[in-house]
Structures are given as C-alpha cells and as structure tokens.
C-alpha cells in the first residue's frame, strides 16, 4: 500500500541554523501539507500546497518557514534560523485530487539546542 | 471557522471495558470528520472517517463513531478495550479536505 514517508526520522540542530524536512508524499497525490506537533500539543496546521505554491498558510508560518517540491517526488520544509521553539514532531501529509482524506507520514522528530 | 474540542485529555478504562472518546466539533458547512490514533513515537494512523454518507463509521481495530448533527458530535466507541488499544486519539475537522483542524488529543490508558 503506498504511503507517505519522511525523512531524517530524527533531526537534532543547533539554534539559528538552517533545516530542512524532507517528504515523499504518495505519487498521484496532488496536494501537499505540513503540519507540526509541539510535544504534549494538538497537531497544528502549517502550510499547504498545490500546483506549486502555497494555497493556504497558517499564522505559524512565518518568513522562517518555506517550502518546495524541488522535483516530481519530495516536498520538503525548510526553517532558515531554528529557534528552541521549533522543536517538535513535523508531520507531512498528501491528498489526492478527489479525495477528502489525508495521508500521514510517521513524522519527523525536530529538535533545537 | 472549524473548530474541534475533545473533552477530557486522559481517558482510563479497565481492559475488557468500554472505550468512549469524546469529540464535539464546530463547522458552519457540513463537515468532514475522523479519527487518527497516535502510537508513541509514531505517526498519525487513520482510524475512520465520516464523509456524509453512514452516519455510523466503523473503523480499523474494532472502533466505531456516530456521527449526530444535532449534538455536532463525532464521538468514537469501542465495546470492549485491549491493551494495545493504548495511545493517543485526535480528532479532526475539514470541510475541503484542503486544511484539517485537530482537537488537542485524548491520551487512553489501558488498566489491566
């Protein structure tokens, strides 16, 4: 069954330095999200994207945050200056064009020292 | 504007009991609503889903949820709770399938 999937799993930085999340979302997908989960908090909406740009944006997502689908596969977040408030589960998600479900990755754990 | 709330942050039942999660939504469009279930250290697994058809969902492991517009709640039941039923369950709202709100989550805890 295809699936999203995610990489680092895990991805320790330093505070002030570049990241970024990198997402293979389920191939005839077409729309993409990000989504975060700060430990101990509800999963909360970050950006989602279609036809390569943003088509909606949460007030979390600031100047910091962008994202990209560098090729036909991944979809990746960057965060260009980590602050410890970054630290959190990052989670991709995928859509088709029809449907009303989205499809999980298992998530990338950030953490900002 | 949606919105989800999930009543009660920790759940606890005995194994062999009845598992009630409790979700109450707010949406001015009829909604889109599910449930994920989060393992530690996993991702958010689907659990079910109601897209307006059967208001009653039945879902993997032996959950279900009713659907009541009147109340505006989506709450999810097992009949009886298994260990491995220990996790975290969010529920969560959308009425384009584009942005999902998520409630803050119901962690359940399995008594042996």
Redesign the interface.
């Known amino acids: 069954e295809p699936e999203v999937t995610q990489t680092p799993s895990h991805q320790v930085t330093q505070m002030g330095q570049e990241v970024i999340l990198r997402c293979v979302p389920i191939s005839n997908h077409l729309y993409f999200y990000w989504y975060r989960q700060i430990l101990g908090q509800k999963v909360e909406f970050l950006v989602s994207f279609y036809n390569n740009e943003i088509s909606e944006k949460s007030e979390i997502f600031d100047d910091q945050f962008s994202v990209e689908r560098p090729d036909g596969s991944n979809f990746t977040l960057k965060i260009r200056s980590t602050k410890l408030e970054d630290s959190a589960m990052y989670f991709c998600a995928s859509l088709t064009s029809y449907g009303n479900e989205q499809f999980f990755g298992p998530g990338t754990r950030l953490t900002v020292l | 504007a949606q919105s989800v709330t999930q009543l009660g942050s920790h759940v606890s039942v005995s194994e062999g009991a009845l598992v009630l999660l409790r979700c109450n939504y707010s949406s001015s469009v009829p909604p889109?609503l599910?449930w994920?279930v989060q393992y530690p250290n996993?991702?958010?697994?689907?659990l079910l889903?109601y897209?307006s058809a059967a208001t009653l969902v039945k879902g993997i492991n032996g959950f279900e949820a009713e659907f009541k517009k009147s109340e505006t709640s989506f709450h999810l039941t097992k009949p009886s709770a298994h260990m491995s039923d220990a996790a975290e369950y969010?529920c969560?709202v959308?009425n384009?399938?584009?942005?999902?709100?998520?409630?803050?989550?119901t962690s359940l805890t399995v008594i042996p």
Do not use: P, S, V
């Open positions: 889109y599910f994920y996993q991702g958010l697994q689907l889903k897209t969010f969560a959308t384009t399938g584009n942005q999902f709100y998520f409630g803050t989550g």
